[in-house]
T-cell receptor, first 117, second 118 residues
Framework: NAGVTQTPKFRVLKTGQSMTLLCAQDMNHEYMYWYRQDPGMGLRLIHYSVGEGTTAKGEVPDGYNVSRLKKQNFLLGLESAAPSQTSVYFC????????????????FGDGTRLSIL | AQKITQTQPGMFVQEKEAVTLDCTYDTSDPSYGLFWYKQPSSGEMIFLIYQGSYDQQNATEGRYSLNFQKARKSANLVISASQLGDSAMYFCAMREENSGGSNYKLTFGKGTLLTVNP
């Protein structure tokens, strides 16, 4: 019963390097999300997807790109990492609330701790 | 203006006592949902409880209950009979369900760090 799985769990990058964070969910959820969590800031939405092949910008999208080629996977890319992107990244997924599941929460992965030197 | 405000950066409670964590929200959407998540020191986000804007009764889940005051736009989390394992960061979040585009994204508050003392 994996739920939402994020890889890697930890990563250290140098400024200017690129990398991709992977998120996979096995709950057949339509919606997927990427958040970042910084001290004292709560969680802020980076990008989200409402279905396979669709993506949209959230609150803090600059410096990130995403892709949703398969329903179960949502990838977050950093093309040229900057120290300001040092953060903990969370992926989440959810059902469509309108489908008789208004009280269904977003299910979160365990997070990826990313440090940019 | 912040959509979700948690005014208590930190709270302390004695084991076995009840504690209330405050959350106020701001929205013009008549249909919305309010969620509380717990984040222990291990880092994962654990869903605790949900309150819908049209729900007539306050939500309850075991030792967790929501004091939902719609007119005041507040959704305070009440934890009864606190346990040492309740020590964690608690986040209030809102989902606006009629916002343009069916995205159902969550807006989070900055959190309250709860410490339960033995």
């Amino acid at each position: 019963n994996a739920g939402v799985t994020q890889t890697p769990k930890f990563r250290v990058l140098k400024t200017g390097q690129s990398m991709t964070l992977l998120c996979a969910q096995d709950m057949n959820h339509e919606y997927m999300y990427w958040y970042r969590q910084d001290p004292g800031m709560g969680l802020r939405l980076i990008h989200y997807s409402v279905g396979e092949g669709t993506t949209a910008k959230g609150e803090v999208p600059d410096g990130y790109n995403v892709s949703r080629l398969k329903k179960q996977n949502f990838l977050l890319g950093l093309e040229s990492a900057a120290p300001s992107q040092t953060s903990v990244y969370f992926c989440a997924s959810s059902q469509v609330p309108g489908q008789g599941a208004r009280n269904q929460p977003q299910h979160f992965g365990d997070g990826t701790r990313l440090s940019i030197l | 203006a912040q959509k979700i405000t948690q005014t208590q950066p930190g709270m302390f409670v004695q084991e076995k006592e009840a504690v209330t964590l405050d959350c106020t929200y701001d929205t013009s959407d008549p249909s919305y949902g309010l969620f509380w998540y717990k984040q222990p020191s291990s880092g994962e986000m654990i869903f605790l409880i949900y309150q819908g804007s049209y729900d007539q009764q306050n939500a309850t889940e075991g030792r967790y209950s929501l004091n939902f005051q719609k007119a005041r736009k507040s959704a305070n989390l009440v934890i009864s009979a606190s346990q040492l394992g309740d020590s964690a960061m608690y986040f209030c979040a809102m989902r606006e369900e009629n916002s343009g585009g069916s995205n159902y994204k969550l807006t989070f508050g900055k959190g309250t760090l709860l410490t339960v003392n033995p």
